[in-house]
Nanobody
Framework: QVQLVESGGGLVHAGGSLRLSCVVS?????????MAWYRQAPGNQRELVAS???????NYADSVTGRFTISRDNAKGTVNLQMNSLKPEDTAIYYC????????WGQGTQVTVSS
């Protein structure tokens, strides 16, 4: 069984920073997987925030480019999202995603940015 467990969410003032972590465990070779962070705000569809391929190529949503950084550590089975200069519109539940032949999702972690 594969599990993705997110942590690091919380309440922060606008302009602040948070670092989200996703720990991947179970019968999975994480190095084969493309990893990503998605988010979903109330009333909105889930959207891609940032992704990192199995080869380390990164991609960001326009709204977070220059503020967020995604990274991975295959040896530790982790994927991180460093979020700086946070804005109220970044408020959402953030989900960790792993995709290869099968897709896996974490349970999500709440990020709230106050103005």
């Amino acid at each position: 069984q594969v599990q993705l467990v997110e942590s690091g969410g919380g309440l922060v003032h606008a302009g602040g920073s948070l670092r989200l972590s996703c720990v991947v465990s179970g019968n999975i070779i994480i190095s084969f997987y493309n990893m990503a962070w998605y988010r979903q705000a109330p009333g909105n569809q889930r959207e891609l925030v940032a992704s990192i391929s199995s080869s380390g190529v990164t991609n960001y949503a326009d709204s977070v480019t220059g503020r967020f950084t995604i990274s991975r550590d295959n040896a530790k089975g982790t994927v991180n999202l460093q979020m700086n200069s946070l804005k109220p519109e970044d408020t959402a539940i953030y989900y960790c995603y792993a995709g290869f032949r099968t897709a896996y999702w974490g349970q999500g972690t709440q990020v709230t940015v106050s103005s």
